[in-house]
């Protein structure tokens, strides 16, 4: 059986085909055979190479050179006992030749090539050693799934990433291992001119000792003249917290403004303060528990108080020093819960306070809830359920607990005066006030009404009147189980 597929030319011992597959198993062409080429005369050759598909080694050398030619291999020698003998002698040859190149591709560490028959046709290839080969020469390339480089700059310049490229993940986990309390730890580093660490910022879950689960980002670098800050930003509108609670929580039982800020200094964030006495007295204030929370830049802080029992509010402040031996600057703020409007409208410290009207109907804040007023007579009204008149130096002291309505020159509308009966009542009495030495339109002169005549609080006006309440009032009840709800809540 012949292969005679395309032409051949033969310039000394090298052949090459047109059209030809000499590599290709049905072919059966294999070293040994011989190849004659139809020139005139014949010449005959013996095949000691396969190079390729279209280029064989032979021998002897052609002599003359030849090209364009018709040709065979007679490919049936193994038809013959002797054929078929060098036939299986060049496949065993063969297949030892390759089993040493495949071991020696798979165990070598050298930086080394290997030679193996494929399809008749001999190939190198890199070992693994050459493949790994760390070296500048040894990288595998980004097309053969490398990063064409030995180093971290430069392959992230080869893949593409640069300081300013995002790296996208549908998801990131990452965890330590079901034993473990932490997560794993998401690092940020910056780096400055010369390639040395700047700062660095590290992201991660735990849970620590006292079986309460953190989630903390902790940033580096931080010292007396360089500070570093969290910055919150958003570029269309506000950050809304969401509704879970900010801070530790923890109870700070108090004794004083700074006692309680040198807390949040040593344990952060936000956290309820916690008065086990009848509440801390702050400018007047009673504030017995509620929410703080605590704000710090450089060595200086500042804390928001809120009472729960009556939304009163207050900011303290002060630096490391001054709260460390004990003192803070302190400021209350005033609204609709510790201040009343009176019937000038004006604000005015208020608490407990009751609003007597012109029939006798009257309004009560939290503090003097449960005081009733009735109207006696003309100009007469009796405050019930409170201890008298309390004695604030704001409001004039003992005899001076009254806000009266006043015309718009600020004169008084009426004369006030009062009883205080043995159980506490106060009875209130209203006259009739003109002032004569006033122009004529200003001396609030009634027609069969004179000066000093009992009369009734104005219609569109109000007094004001600052009681004293009773230990046993409704406030002061809410305000004691309040403590017994607190002092139970402490021995737990």
């Not at 964030?269 to 450089?298: C, D, E, K, V, W």
Request: glycine share 12%.
């Amino acid at each position: 059986m012949l292969y005679n597929t395309g032409t051949i030319a033969i310039n000394g011992n090298t052949a090459t085909g047109t059209g030809t597959n000499w590599t290709a198993p049905a072919s059966q062409i294999r070293v040994g055979q011989t190849l004659f080429v139809l020139s005139n005369p014949v010449q005959m050759f013996q095949i000691t190479a396969i190079n390729s598909a279209t280029s064989l080694t032979v021998t002897p050398a052609a002599s003359p050179a030849l090209s364009g030619q018709k040709y065979g291999i007679l490919v049936t020698d193994s038809l013959s006992v002797d054929g078929l003998a060098q036939s299986m002698s060049q496949l065993i040859n063969e297949y030892d030749e390759n089993i040493g190149a495949w071991e020696t591709f798979a165990t070598t560490s050298a930086n080394q090539n290997i030679t193996v028959t494929i399809n008749g046709a001999r190939v190198t290839v890199p070992a693994i050693g050459k493949l790994v080969q760390k070296g500048s020469n040894g990288a595998v390339g980004v097309s053969d799934g490398g990063t064409g480089a030995t180093n971290a700059a430069d392959a992230r310049t080869n893949l593409g990433l640069g300081g300013s490229d995002n790296v996208t993940f549908s998801n990131l986990n990452l965890e330590r291992g079901n034993d473990s309390s932490a997560s794993g730890i998401l690092t940020t580093t910056s780096r400055d001119g010369s390639g040395s660490v700047k700062n660095y910022a590290r992201f991660y879950a735990e849970r620590r000792s006292d079986g309460i689960d953190y989630l903390t980002l902790h940033i580096n670098g931080a010292n007396n003249t360089l500070n570093r800050y969290l910055s919150l930003r958003s570029t269309d509108g506000a950050i809304i917290a969401s509704s879970a609670a900010l801070g530790t929580g923890f109870d700070s039982q108090i004794g004083n403004v700074a006692q309680c800020m040198n807390e949040r200094k040593q344990n952060g964030g936000t956290a309820a303060f916690r008065s086990l006495n009848s509440g801390l007295i702050i400018g007047g204030q009673n504030f017995q528990y509620g929410a703080s929370l605590y704000f710090r830049a450089g060595d200086t802080a500042s804390t928001l108080w809120v009472d729960y029992r009556t939304g009163n509010a207050m900011v303290s402040a002060g630096n490391d020093s001054s709260i460390s031996t004990g003192t803070a600057q302190y400021n209350n703020l005033w609204g609709t819960k510790n201040t009343t409007v009176d019937a000038s409208g004006f604000i005015k410290r208020s608490s407990p306070v009751v609003k007597v009207f012109s029939d006798g109907a009257y309004r009560t804040n939290d503090e003097s809830e449960g005081c009733t007023v009735t109207r006696l007579a003309t100009g007469q009204y009796l405050i019930e359920g409170c201890q008298g008149l309390n004695s604030d130096a704001a409001w004039g002291g003992i005899d001076g607990g009254f806000d009266i309505p006043n015309d718009r020159n600020k004169q008084p509308l009426i004369w006030l005066d009062y009883e205080v009966s043995a159980d506490g009542s106060v009875l209130v009495k209203t006259y009739h006030r003109t002032h004569p030495d006033a122009p004529a339109f200003a001396r609030n002169e009634l027609e069969g009404v004179g000066d000093g005549d009992p009369v009734d609080i104005p219609r569109d006006q109000f007094v004001s009147v600052r009681v004293e309440m009773p230990a046993d009032s409704l406030y002061n009840q809410k305000i004691r189980a309040a403590e017994l709800a607190m002092t139970a809540d402490a021995g737990e």
